[in-house]
């Protein structure tokens, strides 16, 4: 006697079987995204090339290679890092190191774990048909800047000349435009490097018409663009942290090897219209400069100088930025970059 094929019971166990197949592979695939640990920079100001570094190692993926799923917070006027790293609504922070301490000794549990920028971006800029030749020049005139942090250097710079900024001159809060230093409506304006001095530049303003006071050689320039934490977040996040560090330093070299790519992922993350590629292209090209300056191995990026600290740290003391002395043991720590490269 023939035994009769069930067919469709078979069929019923093949169905069975493919969707067990499908259910376990989008099963990984929602593993292997799980497994990523979520995690969010704070930028100091709106994307640009300034910040190269970490959208390179965002669009190269090297974020991902170390299991991190990188969110990168674009900063704005009314953004403080510190802050946003304090109460937790970002893990990570960039900004100005003299800007940290000044947050730390108001009781802001922060803490900084690399250092990106090894030079010092601010200068103050004037015509020269203003007859300004020093900084002792400033006395009676309108110096602007963009205040929120940004200050300090130009106050120890004040306080060098013996300058009181509320009785010898008017220190004014600068816009995000230099239109009041073109209107004459500030005479000595802060500008960087890499962004509002280009601007300057390129609205035709010839270097030859000019004096630039460059903060590193006035003696009075402090260590900027630094990557921070919350001091409790890190003791619970050293390897997060070193997989951060790593692929942004990862980002830098390669942001700072291969230019034109870096501009293309920075100008993928700019919005539309808000700046345009060639001032995006000069940008990095500074920007560069400051993240691994002439005789500077780019291998050492994120490193953080004992000395150059405590300069920025005894400089921000002396000119009244800080109230107290830093505690440098608690300020900055080298273990994350030791982590780095182990």
């Not at 069975?16 to 995690?39: F, I, R």
């Not at 609205?203 to 004096?211: A, K, N, P, W």
């Not at 993350?269 to 920007?287: F, L, P, T, Y």
Request: proline share 3%; aromatic share 10%; glycine share 8%.
């Amino acid at each position: 006697m023939k035994t009769k094929t069930n067919y469709g019971s078979k069929f019923g166990i093949l169905i069975v079987l493919l969707l067990s197949v499908l259910l376990a592979a989008c099963g990984e695939e929602e593993t292997s995204s799980e497994e990523l640990t979520p995690v969010s920079i704070q930028l100091k100001w709106v994307p640009q090339a300034q910040f190269a570094g970490y959208f390179v190692a965002l669009e190269n993926g090297y974020y991902e290679e170390e299991g991190l799923d990188v969110t990168i917070v674009p900063g704005g006027p009314d953004i403080v890092p510190e802050q946003q790293v304090a109460n937790g609504s970002v893990d990570i922070g960039v900004n100005w190191v003299a800007s940290l301490l000044a947050h730390r000794d108001e009781g802001f549990p922060l803490v900084q774990i690399s250092q990106i920028y090894q030079n010092s971006g601010l200068v103050l800029v004037s015509y020269k048909e203003d007859g300004i030749a020093s900084p002792a020049d400033f006395a009676g005139r309108t110096v602007g800047n963009w205040m929120g942090g940004n200050e300090f250097e130009v106050l120890a710079l004040f306080d060098k000349y013996g300058l009181d900024p509320y009785s010898d001159l008017e220190f004014s809060s600068q816009g995000f435009t230099m239109d009041q230093f073109f209107t004459g409506d500030i005479e000595v304006a802060s500008a960087m490097t890499y962004n509002e001095f280009q601007v300057v530049l390129a609205e035709g303003v010839s270097e030859d018409e000019l004096v630039v006071f460059d903060m590193n050689e006035e003696g009075v320039a402090m260590l900027q663009d630094n990557l921070f934490v919350n001091s409790e977040w890190i003791e619970e996040n050293k390897e997060v942290a070193a997989k951060f560090v790593r692929a942004s330093i990862k980002g830098w070299q390669s942001a700072i090897e291969d230019q034109e790519a870096a501009v293309d992922a920075v100008m993928n993350a700019v919005e539309e219209g808000s700046s345009d590629r060639e001032h995006q292209v000069k940008m990095m090209e500074e920007v560069a400069k400051l993240v691994a300056p002439d005789g500077f191995d780019p291998a050492n990026i994120g490193m953080i100088d004992d000395a150059m600290f405590k300069q920025t740290a005894d400089i921000a003391l002396e000119f009244g930025v800080i109230t107290e002395a830093a505690d440098l043991d608690a300020s900055y720590t080298h273990e994350i970059m030791e982590m780095v490269t182990e």
